[in-house]
């Protein structure tokens, strides 16, 4: 065999090798990848009145597991039945409720930490919980609509009965999250809760304040008949002895009514919600809730109040609004009228004690003992000239420390000395009387 014909057979024998090489066995094709959120699994509802707080946690993975999160939006969803729609339905014959636009996440953050604020942009962060508000309309009391199925029978065509439906009417809710391409994730958890008829609104809320904080008395709710409504009566001493029933007789079983929609049960109770004013003197906030947040009033009282009062601890200087809401069982009423007061400081500080003057050369020092108020800003020093009964400020300002050296005596002169007491309530603060006079000679 010639060089030349060696030469071809290797190449050809090379270039088999490497096709052998190159050819594989055909899997699967792969399906092409889709970031899609993972559904809402946490959702929760509350009514207060008309309005209803609903409250969803944002999804902060994909429906695979996989991280960062594609979202951009939660659309949540109202429908009101006494059954909630299929799955399949919800947004068909639900109602839009709220949009919560989402941020998407920096580069290299994959899930953010508990602690992170919203943005500036008003948008939410996944994984953390938002609220909405859906302020309930008189047709949202009314059945939804409902999709009927041309194809399906109806129970009674088939000789079944028809299955027992739920008489009290229910609002029902869903989220759904949608990527940032528009992509909708699975519909997820329902929260739902019952429209029974609300307890009467509680009347006429009166505020005042004085130095033990501000007090609230109203009006119960359903008036003086609604009061002694919730105040059982004590039970009543039979006059006569009942004799039992003949041996053998069974006495009858009075019959249920059907059940209706009714207001819940238990005793009225009262929530008190406050509105405080920012503080004028506090920054402003760096990070501020968008249009759609509408966190979840919390009331005053950590329990629910049986009595028709409440005090509050004021914060001086702000505006305080109240309302207050009967609740019967989980059923929150209407608000009250809402009344609004502003407390001011008016009580002066007392007067300092002890004053004494020590005379030395060119100068008279004053000592007094310090007062304890916490909104104490300082101390006015006041002196009268001799010949003079006045007494004129000698401190520009109030001093910080219970002392005083005056260098401006003249040597030989007597002068009379008093000292007042400042808070620090705005715009004008509360001075207190004089303490006792001292007089001295300077040297």
Request: aromatic fraction near 4%.
């Amino acid at each position: 065999m010639s060089r030349a014909r060696r030469g071809l057979r290797a190449c050809a024998l090379a270039a088999a090798v490497a096709a052998a090489a190159g050819c594989g066995k055909k899997g699967a094709p792969i399906a092409p990848m889709l970031r899609i959120p993972a559904a809402v699994d946490k959702i929760a509802a509350a009514r207060l009145g008309n309005d209803v707080y609903v409250t969803v946690a944002v999804p902060a993975a994909n429906i695979d597991q996989s991280v960062p999160v594609d979202i951009g939006r939660v659309e949540i969803f109202g429908y009101t039945g006494r059954v909630p729609p299929t799955r399949a339905r919800w947004t068909e014959l639900g109602d839009l409720v709220a949009t919560i636009p989402v941020a998407a996440l920096p580069e290299g953050v994959l899930k953010p930490a508990p602690t992170d604020l919203p943005p500036p942009t008003g948008e939410a962060i996944p994984g953390l919980a938002v609220t909405v508000l859906d302020r309930l309309t008189p047709d949202e009391f009314e059945q939804g609509r409902v999709f009927v199925d041309p194809r399906r029978p109806e129970p009674a065509a088939l000789g079944l009965p028809a299955l027992p439906q739920p008489t009290v009417m229910r609002r029902f809710y869903l989220a759904v999250p949608f990527s940032r391409r528009g992509r909708p994730g699975p519909p997820g958890a329902q929260a739902d809760l019952p429209l029974t008829p609300l307890p009467d609104r509680p009347g006429a809320l009166r505020v005042s304040h004085d130095a033990a904080g501000i007090q609230l008395a109203w009006e119960p709710a359903g008036g003086l008949l609604g009061f002694l409504l919730d105040r059982g009566l004590p039970p009543e001493q039979t006059p006569f002895v009942v004799p039992p029933p003949p041996a053998g007789l069974v006495a009858p079983v009075p019959v249920q009514p059907a059940a209706v929609e009714a207001l819940a049960a238990g005793p009225t109770t009262y929530n008190v919600y406050r509105e405080l004013a920012p503080d004028p003197l506090a920054l402003p906030l760096r990070n501020v809730p968008g249009v759609w947040a509408a966190p979840l009033p919390a009331p005053l009282n950590p329990a629910p109040l049986p009595a028709t009062s409440a005090v509050d601890v004021p914060a001086l200087g702000r505006a305080h609004c109240y309302i207050v809401r009967a609740q019967r069982g989980p059923v929150m009423s209407e608000p009250s009228p809402r009344v609004c007061v502003t407390p001011v400081d008016a009580a002066p500080p007392a007067p300092p004690g002890g004053l004494a003057a020590v005379p030395s050369e060119g100068s008279i020092s004053l000592i007094w003992e310090p007062n304890s108020e916490l909104d104490l800003a300082g101390y006015l020093v006041l002196r009268s000239e001799p010949g003079d009964a006045t007494l004129r400020q000698l401190t520009e300002a109030p001093i910080a420390e219970a002392r005083y050296r005056d260098t401006t005596v003249q040597p030989g002169r007597r002068y009379i000395y008093s000292v007042v007491a400042v808070d620090s309530q705005l715009p004008l603060p509360n001075v207190s009387a004089e303490s006792p006079r001292v007089e001295d000679t300077a040297r």
